[in-house]
């Protein structure tokens, strides 16, 4: 059975930092593209980094410089490390993985095949 599951979000003050996980089981992460999306409170999902299947990757301009996207093959894991979080930040992350690399940054990650249930990201004072 294939299964994402997403770990690392918790309450964190503005400026901070949080490192999320994404474990991935029944499946090989490497020939996947994979995604991190977030959705806010009343708001659509959104793309936040995609990690693509050359490992080349891509992040939304409201995380750029801040986030970065990672993947360790050997623990079949990708991560997000958040740092300078803003109180906009405050979503529920999802990770996300596709086999034929449809991740993008500009959508929802409607092409994308296999879903976490995701981890609440709180960022507030």
Known sequence: QLQLVESGGGLVQPGGSLRLSC??????????????????????????????????????DSVKGRFTISRDNAKNTVYLQMNSLKPEDTALYYCAADPQDHCSVYGRGNGMDYWGKGTLVTVSS
């Open 23 to 60: 474990v991935a089981s029944g499946f090989t992460l490497d020939y996947y593209a994979i995604g991190w999306f977030r959705q806010a409170p009343g708001k659509e999902r959104e793309g936040v980094s995609c990690m693509h299947r050359s490992s080349s990757t891509n992040y939304a």
